[in-house]
T-cell receptor, first 114, second 113 residues
């Protein structure tokens, strides 16, 4: 069975600074990988996803993520954070080839200082 | 194309009452998933349904919880005789036939007094 680890419960950055949120997964083959963002009181919005191909994936709102097979990681990055990026970020993994229920990490809460 | 719709957005119930949560998937999606989120926790899968069928209910509590997705109308998550521990945010997601990506609704926040 697959698993996801988001080692950082909280991350604090200053507005305008760069951001990297970590995600590590455990799965025997190459999984499908996702990042979702959840603003307070809202549902989850898909930021980006990786299925295959180019390991650097571009998403919405200026986010990108890089799949590194050797490290079993799919870290989310943004070069310059805006105050509106303050939210909860969830990494999710879906086993390729037949599974339909993704496994979600516990989430990383992003705090943005002015 | 409207996204996944959930209602109500907030629901308050007293212990012992019933809670009904509704979810309308995105247009063209026939797969619906229900998740529960407790404070400061990730999403926990509850049940996966297709039209008129429960495909996987491995995450559903054995008692008091049920779900359906009728041929017509929204999917319903029903919680009978609610207890305080049922207080949580309940999210519905839908996916197209390839099931590769799930799209989430805004959630229903259930508070049991």
């Amino acid at each position: 069975a697959q698993s996801v680890t988001q080692p950082d419960i909280h991350i604090t950055v200053s507005e305008g600074a760069s951001l990297e949120l970590r995600c590590n997964y455990s799965y025997g083959a190459t999984p499908y990988l996702f990042w979702y963002v959840q603003s307070p009181g809202q549902g989850l919005q898909l930021l980006l996803k990786y299925f295959s191909g180019d390991t650097l994936v571009q998403g919405i709102k200026g986010f990108e993520a890089e799949f590194k097979r050797s490290q079993s990681s799919f870290n989310l990055r943004k070069p310059s954070v805006h105050w509106s990026d303050a939210a909860e970020y969830f990494c999710a993994v879906l086993a390729s080839g037949g599974s339909y229920i993704p496994t979600f990490g516990r989430g990383t809460s992003l705090i943005v200082h002015p | 194309n409207a996204g996944v719709m959930q209602n109500p957005r907030h629901l308050v119930r007293r212990r012992g009452q019933e809670a009904r949560l509704r979810c309308s998937p995105m247009k063209g999606h026939s797969h619906v998933y229900w998740y529960r989120q407790l404070p400061e926790e990730g999403l926990k899968f509850m049940v996966y349904l297709q039209k008129e069928n429960i495909i996987d209910e491995s995450g559903m509590p054995k008692e008091r919880f049920s779900a359906e997705f009728p041929k017509e109308g929204p999917s319903i998550l029903r919680i009978q005789q609610v207890v305080r521990g049922d207080s949580a945010a309940y999210f519905c997601a839908s996916s197209p036939d390839n099931q590769e990506t799930q799209y989430f609704g805004p959630g229903t926040r259930l508070l049991v007094l």
